[in-house]
């Protein structure tokens, strides 16, 4: 089992709608969580992280840790064109981080 | 510059050469690592440098494998007798140190094409 499992989509929605990308994870130790953006041939990009459960709103984007069933997700509302890209999931390891174990990523596109 | 630094951004080269690839980290940044992205995957860690000294090298995938760092700054990834396994895009990160709420800024990226 991978310690970072993520739906690779491609997920294609209409302008404005209600992304949710999800993963799931299977080290019940971890206690940070991260998603990053990647945009078609650049690095990824930190968008938000959160510590433990509950969760974390940033404008249109919310991150969500659910840890009693090891999934996190993030939200997008009124979805944009420019959000088209690869969101990936990703948990640190270690006590000084390491190694950051990322998800497969989720190929995200908005129709205008 | 203010941002991570990889150069080149794209090589090709014959399979069974030696390749060096070059990640600059942004200035006084101590914590720098090597991932891979193989087509449509996520990313593959690599090695984790702390300083000059690399705590963390279990993703090296062979001894084809080897980078080191000079100086606390830059950071060389040396692939030997390349496979077209090997083909991929090369991203290295950099941060302030190996903290967990730190943000790993990356570069972007080496494309290595194996032919």
């Known amino acids: 089992q991978k310690e970072v499992e993520q739906d690779p989509g491609p997920l294609s929605v209409p302008e404005g709608a209600i992304v949710s990308l999800n993963c799931t994870y299977s080290?019940?130790?971890?206690?940070?969580f991260m998603w990053y953006r990647q945009y078609s041939r650049k690095g990824p990009e930190l968008l938000m992280y959160t510590y433990s459960s509950g969760n974390k709103e940033d404008g249109r984007f919310t991150a969500q840790v659910d840890k009693s069933s090891k999934y996190i997700s993030l939200f997008i509302r009124d979805s944009q064109p420019s959000d088209s890209a690869t969101y990936l999931c990703a948990i640190p390891q270690g006590s000084s981080a390491s190694k950051i174990i990322f998800g497969s990523g989720t190929r995200l596109s908005i129709r205008p | 510059g203010a941002g991570v630094s990889q150069s080149p951004s794209n090589k090709v080269t014959e399979k069974g050469k030696d390749v060096e690839l070059r990640c600059d980290p942004i200035?006084?940044?101590?914590?720098l690592y090597w991932y891979r992205q193989s087509l449509g995957q996520g990313l593959e860690f690599l090695i984790y440098?702390?300083?000059?000294?690399?705590?963390?090298k279990s993703g090296l995938p062979s001894d084809r494998f080897s980078a080191e760092r000079t100086g606390g700054s830059v950071s060389t990834l040396t692939i030997q007798r390349t496979q077209q396994e090997d083909s991929a895009v090369y991203l290295c990160?950099?941060?302030?140190?190996?903290?967990?709420?730190?943000?790993?800024?990356f570069g972007q990226g080496t494309r290595l094409t194996v032919v």
């Open positions: 080290n019940s130790a971890f206690q940070y």
């Open positions: 440098f702390q300083g000059n000294s690399a705590p963390d």
């Open positions: 990160a950099s941060s302030p140190q190996g903290t967990l709420n730190t943000e790993a800024f």
């Open positions: 200035s006084g940044h101590t914590a």
